[in-house]
């Protein structure tokens, strides 16, 4: 065998190790490190930062420095585009280079801060690919939330209670203030209810009300909101109705705040201004009366009383009339019935059943000018007669207005004899109408048109006089009445629809 000699053996070496080297696919500036890898991942699945932080920083640990240089692929999944990345991720894919001993790789999120309530937004980053020498970790995607910063503006009722005459068919308009404005869009919900109030009947809404909720859009920018409500003038007596409006729901950039609800007052103009009733007293006793009238005539159609002296009585007192409109009578409770009979248009009796059963009765007379001149009052004795028990005569000024009252008891056993036990002498007038009498007649009758400033009464032997004092509101009707006599007094006050 021929041998080789050493110096071209060691060069035959060289050469072939050469030849290996220039068929490696992969070539570094730096030797790698053979049989070595580097694992990447996220540092945790689930990410939540505020949409007006500056360069948030994201990192993705190696475990084990990089052995080989490459390249790491994030894909970026957004619904919509609501930030910056650097580097920037052309066709929403992120190329983050690896340098040899590399511990980690990063990039930076800034999402992009605006003024509006717009959501959160949900991006995921994905680890889709890996350059050789680096296996995927098994964080290997990240869910990041932006969340949105701005709040919603709160919305409140302006004002807590308002009042519209029925007659104003062109409405009141309502505000809901925003206490800053609206930071994006929204809808506020509003309901209006009424025990007494039908929607489409009397009242309507601008914007029309469905189920009785108004839906208010609310647009970015918005600092007020309003609506309108529009009566319906029905010509019906049917007195002062609620209408409760309340801010039920919000959504989008607007909340609802403390002043939730208000109170619209829809006034009758038919009933506008008549009498209501009464309350008076001392301080040891007291009365009071409300009437109700009724919603197509505007008669009075029920009496609500209260008497406190001291011990509280309390009743109703339900009006009863003819298809013609006259007053036949009253029903008290539920055993007692008063009966009216009319003649030549005028009551000339009237008469109180107690189940059924007469317990007393009164007459009317007329003087010339057509007032009531006398009143003479029957009721029945444990015998079960029923003889006369008081008779009143009144006298008049020549307006109508009563001047005296003057009360008889029958002497006994004397017939058409009587003797005189009290007075009452209204001296003084003024022009202004009464809407109450002190003196009740009759029901349908008012005695005294306008309001008396002095009353004297006589009795027993004693003669007192009251002075009268009134005040009045701005339209000119009296709302309370003061009648003194030395120390004493006695208050009333009036009320209206």
């Keep these: 065998m021929k041998k080789i000699k050493k110096p071209y053996l060691l060069s035959a070496l060289l050469l072939a190790t050469f030849v290996m080297a220039c068929h490696d696919d992969t070539i570094t500036d730096e030797p790698a490190v053979k049989g070595k890898t580097s694992s990447v991942q996220f540092q945790s699945v689930e990410l939540a930062i505020a949409e007006n932080v500056k360069d948030y920083i994201i990192k993705l640990p190696l475990a084990g420095k990089a052995t080989k240089a490459g390249e790491i692929i994030i894909r970026v999944n957004a619904a919509k585009s609501a930030f910056d990345l650097k580097p920037a991720a ?6 983050l280079p690896v340098a040899v001993n590399d511990e980690s790789v990063q990039f930076s999120i800034t999402p992009k801060d605006n003024t509006i309530i717009d959501g959160d937004v949900v991006v995921e980053f994905t680890i889709a690919q890996t350059s050789e020498g680096i296996v995927l970790g098994d964080k290997k995607s990240l869910k990041l939330t932006i969340t949105d910063n701005e709040i919603p503006t709160t919305a409140n009722f302006s004002i807590d209670k308002t009042s519209i005459k029925e007659t104003v068919t062109n409405g009141i308009e309502l505000s809901i203030t925003l206490s800053a404005p609206a930071p994006g869009t929204g809808t506020l919900n509003v309901s209006a209810q009424s025990d007494l109030l039908v929607y489409n009947h009397n009242y309507i809404t601008q914007p029309a009300a469905e189920n009785g909720i108004l839906t208010l859009p609310v647009k970015e920018g918005d600092t007020q909101l309003s609506f309108r409500i529009l009566p319906v003038d029905d010509a019906r007596f049917n007195g ?26 829809i006034t009758d103009d038919e009933l ?3 009498p209501k009733g009464y309350t008076s007293g001392d301080g040891f006793w007291s009365v009071k009366r409300e009437y109700v009238y009724d919603e197509v005539s505007g008669r009075i159609k029920e009496v609500h009383w209260e008497q406190n002296t001291p011990g509280t009585l309390k009743g109703v007192d339900h009006y009863q009339y003819d298809n013609s409109g006259k007053l036949i009578g009253m029903k008290l409770n539920a055993v007692d019935q008063v009966v009216f009979t009319w003649e030549e248009n005028r009551i000339v009796k009237k ?26 009052d029957y009721y029945v004795q444990k015998d079960g007669s029923m003889p006369m028990s008081f008779r ?13 009252q003057l009360t008889y008891q029958p002497i006994e056993g004397k017939d058409e004899e009587y003797v005189l036990i009290s007075t009452k002498t209204y001296e003084h ?23 008396a400033t002095t009353y004297r009464i006589e009795a027993n032997g004693t003669n007192t006089l009251y002075e ?5 509101d701005e339209e000119g009707k009296p709302i309370r009445r ?7 007094s006695e208050k009333v006050s009036y009320y209206y629809y």
């Design 482 to 488: 003061t009648a003194r006599s030395g120390n004493t």
């Design 468 to 472: 009268l004092s009134y005040e009045l």
């Design 429 to 451: 007038y003024i022009n202004i109408s009464n809407p109450f009498t002190m003196v009740n007649i009759l029901p349908n009758v008012n005695s005294q048109p306008n309001l």
């Design 272 to 274: 506008s201004s008549k």
């Design 90 to 95: 052309p066709e929403d894919n992120l190329h």
């Design 392 to 404: 009143f005569v009144y006298l008049y000024y020549n307006d109508g207005n009563l001047y005296k």
């Design 351 to 376: 008469e109180r059943f107690r189940e059924n059963v007469l317990k007393e009765y009164s007459l009317y007379g007329y003087d010339q000018a057509g007032n009531i001149g006398e009143v003479s």
């Design 240 to 265: 002062s109705r609620e209408l409760k409006l309340s801010l039920t729901t919000a959504e989008g950039a607007v909340s609802r705040g403390l002043n939730k609800e208000h109170t619209l007052t």
